[in-house]
């Protein structure tokens, strides 16, 4: 008796958010929104003032003057980012501009320590966040009182988990076409 055993698994892509231009997907002009994009849902949420997305970057854009609309500062007071998922993910990587020498961005996956990024670039990260984790972007003044000028986010990349059913077929399928090859 020959037993054949098939299924299709799909192999998870990286997810590309990309946060420029006004009028991007994540150019929510409110203090929260979310976005699908790859069958993955992202939210964003700012402490305060409204998440905005423009041609230099994303950020928070406070209420009041003076206030780099979009970036992440602590012109006038400390601004946080919150990013959550609604399915599983691998965090690959951000990449943040502007940092200055009195600038940095502490990210912070549901609420272990802070990674405290000091430069502009792309930044790998390969940190899992469960659906529903929240990562917390936070601007930091490392040589205070001078204040933050300004971060800017200009893309994140994730990728999702495959969920446990297709990680079973997956095995399965291994291992039927092991035994098959068996004399």
């Given amino acids: 008796m020959v037993l054949i055993l098939s299924t299709a698994?799909?192999?998870n892509a990286a997810v590309v958010f990309s946060c420029l231009g006004n009028?991007?997907?994540?150019?929510?002009?409110?203090?929260?929104?979310?976005?699908?994009?790859?069958?993955?849902?992202v939210t964003l949420e700012a402490?305060?003032?409204?998440?905005?997305?423009?041609?230099?970057?994303?950020?928070?854009?406070?209420?009041?003057?003076?206030?780099?609309?979009?970036?992440i500062d602590t012109?006038?007071?400390?601004?946080?980012?919150?990013?959550?998922?609604?399915?599983?993910?691998?965090?690959?990587s951000l990449t943040i501009s502007d940092l200055g020498v009195d600038d940095?961005?502490?990210?912070?996956?549901?609420?272990g320590a802070a990674i405290q990024l000091t430069s502009s670039g792309l930044h790998?990260?390969?940190?899992?966040?469960?659906?529903?984790?929240?990562?917390t972007l936070?601007?930091?003044?490392?040589?205070?009182?001078?204040?933050?000028?300004?971060v800017r986010i200009k893309e994140f990349?994730?990728?999702?988990?495959?969920?446990?059913?297709?990680l079973a077929l997956l095995s399965i399928a291994c291992i039927a076409a092991l035994l098959r090859r068996r004399p």
């Fill in 75 to 92: 012109k006038l007071g400390v601004e946080i980012l919150t990013v959550s998922f609604d399915v599983d993910v691998v965090f690959d």
């Fill in 23 to 41: 009028g991007s997907a994540l150019d929510f002009e409110a203090s929260s929104g979310s976005h699908t994009l790859g069958g993955v849902q």
């Fill in 124 to 135: 790998h990260l390969g940190v899992t966040l469960l659906a529903g984790e929240v990562l």
């Fill in 157 to 166: 990349v994730v990728t999702a988990v495959p969920e446990p059913s297709s």
């Fill in 138 to 150: 936070t601007a930091t003044e490392p040589h205070a009182p001078n204040p933050n000028n300004g």
């Fill in 47 to 71: 402490n305060e003032g409204d998440v905005n997305a423009s041609l230099e970057g994303l950020g928070i854009n406070r209420v009041g003057g003076g206030d780099e609309s979009a970036a």
């Fill in 9 to 11: 698994v799909s192999v």
């Fill in 104 to 111: 940095a961005l502490d990210a912070s996956f549901n609420g």
